[in-house]
């Protein structure tokens, strides 16, 4: 049974930074492709950014420059670390298998001053 559990988030201020996490467990992890995604009040769930098996990354163009995906094999986690936070930014962000297409809970990132 896939689990992921997302945590990290918070509110900040326009500017600030978080840093998300997702441990996962059934899968295996050193194998996966893992991804964040996010989606805003009445808005649909959209790409944030990707993490593949060899460590190579693809984001979205909003975040680009400002959020980096990273993965630690040993602990089952994949991180988002978000600098540059702006307003655009909140939603609740959610963590992504992409072999087995499983979903974590959600965590919520708000970013207002």
């Known amino acids: 049974q896939v689990q992921l559990v997302e945590s990290g988030g918070g509110l900040v201020q326009p500017g600030g930074s978080l840093r998300l996490s997702c441990a996962a467990s059934g899968i295996i992890f050193s194998h996966s492709a893992l991804g964040w995604y996010r989606q805003a009040p009445g808005k649909q769930r959209e790409f944030v950014a990707r993490?593949?098996?060899?460590?190579?990354?693809n984001y979205a163009d909003s975040v680009k420059g400002r959020f980096t995906i990273s993965r630690d094999n040993a602990k089952n986690t994949v991180y988002l670390q978000m600098n540059n936070l702006k307003p655009e930014d909140t939603a609740v962000y959610y963590c992504?298998?992409?072999?087995?297409?499983?979903w974590g809970q959600g965590t919520q990132v708000t970013i207002s001053s």
């Open positions: 993490i593949r098996t060899y460590g190579s990354t």
């Open positions: 992504n298998d992409l072999f087995t297409n499983s």
